[in-house]
């Protein structure tokens, strides 16, 4: 099984900043990628940007330009760097695995307020 864990969010006021990680454990050899998703209250989830094991990166267009998200192998740590955050960007982000083989795998969220 694998199992994630994220954290780093919080309140923030328009313009700041937050990093949110998500941590992998267990059965991981098989995670191809790894994405972050957010839903917002009485909104659909959305992909917000994925990362594959090969490096490459998709971002949602409304936070291309604002967003990294980041991949740290060593610490099988996937990172979203959010930069000028807007009211909008309010959610609850959720960290995602895809395997290779078996079901994949979801974090439990993680709030995140942009408000003055």
């Known amino acids: 099984q694998v199992q994630l864990v994220e954290s780093g969010g919080g309140l923030v006021q328009p313009g700041g900043s937050l990093r949110l990680s998500c941590a992998a454990s267990?059965?991981?050899?098989?995670?191809?990628?790894m994405g972050w998703y957010r839903q917002a209250p009485g909104k659909q989830r959305e992909l917000v940007a994925t990362?594959?094991?090969?490096?490459?990166?998709k971002y949602v267009d409304s936070v291309k330009g604002r967003f990294t998200i980041s991949r740290d192998g060593a610490k099988n740590t996937v990172y979203l760097q959010m930069n000028s955050l807007k009211p909008e960007d309010t959610a609850v982000y959720y960290c995602?695995?895809?395997?290779?083989?078996?079901?994949?795998?979801w974090g439990q969220g993680t709030q995140v307020t942009v408000s003055s």
């Open positions: 995602k695995a895809d395997r290779l083989t078996g079901a994949n795998v």
């Open positions: 267990g059965s991981i050899f098989n995670i191809y990628a």
């Open positions: 990362i594959t094991s090969g490096g490459s990166t």
